[in-house]
């Protein structure tokens, strides 16, 4: 199935502005995040910042349903993306997805496959449209939280696979994973110049990763 996704230029209402700090050189940066992703989370939302961003170190930031940040985490690797997801806890229920070693082991399959030149990002999204783990660029972050929710309240779930072109020719594929009986959606973002083709290649190879470590 084929889409043409127009991309909506005015999203700053869907934006909100925190400041971040980083946690080794302690520079100073606000960030325009999108509203949705912290309203949607249930606990803390991991915020991924790549080096660059704010200064020449990568880190993680983790803001509460305030916007408000709570605390910070160094990393040993760069992130090449910033991404968002919902942090797990000790209290959170044992048969949440999010909560499972086998979530950030398939965010790793996710950082792993992104090169900048064929797939420029990727994401985990519920059936209804929330946002597990994102890489996607804002703009495509907020078209595809979009695309799901309309799907979901038109009782479009059943279609498995997705293929949407956006304006840009940039390339999106989004097909259904299941854990424990539970649907969700894993979606791929290529560069302008991969075919769908090639896209699907791509996705095949990774839902074959995901499926040895299930």
């Given at each position: 199935?084929?889409?043409?996704?127009?991309?909506?230029?005015?999203?700053?209402?869907?934006?909100?502005?925190?400041?971040?700090?980083?946690?080794?050189?302690?520079?100073?940066k606000k960030l325009m995040i999108p509203k949705?992703?912290?309203?949607?989370?249930?606990?803390?939302?991991?915020?991924?910042?790549?080096?660059?961003?704010?200064?020449?170190?990568?880190?993680?930031?983790?803001?509460?349903?305030?916007?408000?940040?709570?605390?910070?985490?160094?990393?040993?690797?760069?992130?090449?993306?910033?991404?968002?997801?919902?942090?797990?806890?000790?209290?959170?229920?044992?048969?949440?997805?999010?909560?499972?070693?086998?979530?950030?082991?398939?965010?790793?399959?996710?950082?792993?496959?992104?090169?900048?030149?064929?797939?420029?990002?990727?994401?985990?999204?519920?059936?209804?449209?929330?946002?597990?783990?994102?890489?996607?660029?804002?703009?495509?972050?907020?078209?595809?939280?979009?695309?799901?929710?309309?799907?979901?309240?038109?009782?479009?779930?059943?279609?498995?696979?997705?293929?949407?072109?956006?304006?840009?020719?940039?390339?999106?594929?989004?097909?259904?994973?299941?854990?424990?009986?539970?649907?969700?959606?894993?979606?791929?973002?290529?560069?302008?110049r991969v075919k769908f083709g090639l896209g699907?290649?791509?996705?095949?190879?990774?839902?074959?990763?995901?499926?040895?470590?299930?």
């Amino acid at each position: 199935m084929n889409a043409q996704n127009s991309i909506s230029q005015g999203n700053e209402e869907f934006l909100k502005e925190i400041k971040i700090r980083c946690p080794e050189c302690s520079t100073d940066k606000k960030l325009m995040i999108p509203k949705k992703v912290i309203d949607q989370s249930k606990q803390l939302t991991t915020i991924s910042i790549p080096s660059k961003l704010c200064c020449e170190h990568s880190f993680q930031a983790f803001v509460d349903k305030n916007f408000i940040v709570r605390g910070y985490q160094k990393v040993d690797f760069e992130f090449s993306h910033m991404e968002f997801y919902e942090s797990s806890d000790d209290t959170s229920d044992t048969e949440d997805f999010t909560s499972q070693p086998i979530f950030q082991q398939i965010i790793q399959l996710l950082r792993d496959c992104i090169d900048d030149k064929e797939i420029l990002g990727s994401g985990i999204f519920s059936i209804e449209g929330k946002v597990l783990y994102s890489s996607l660029p804002q703009t495509t972050l907020f078209n595809t939280i979009r695309e799901f929710e309309v799907r979901n309240e038109k009782n479009l779930i059943s279609i498995k696979k997705m293929y949407l072109e956006l304006e840009n020719s940039e390339k999106f594929i989004s097909t259904i994973i299941s854990f424990n009986g539970i649907k969700f959606n894993l979606v791929l973002m290529f560069a302008f110049r991969v075919k769908f083709g090639l896209g699907n290649l791509h996705m095949r190879d990774l839902l074959k990763k995901i499926e040895k470590i299930k």
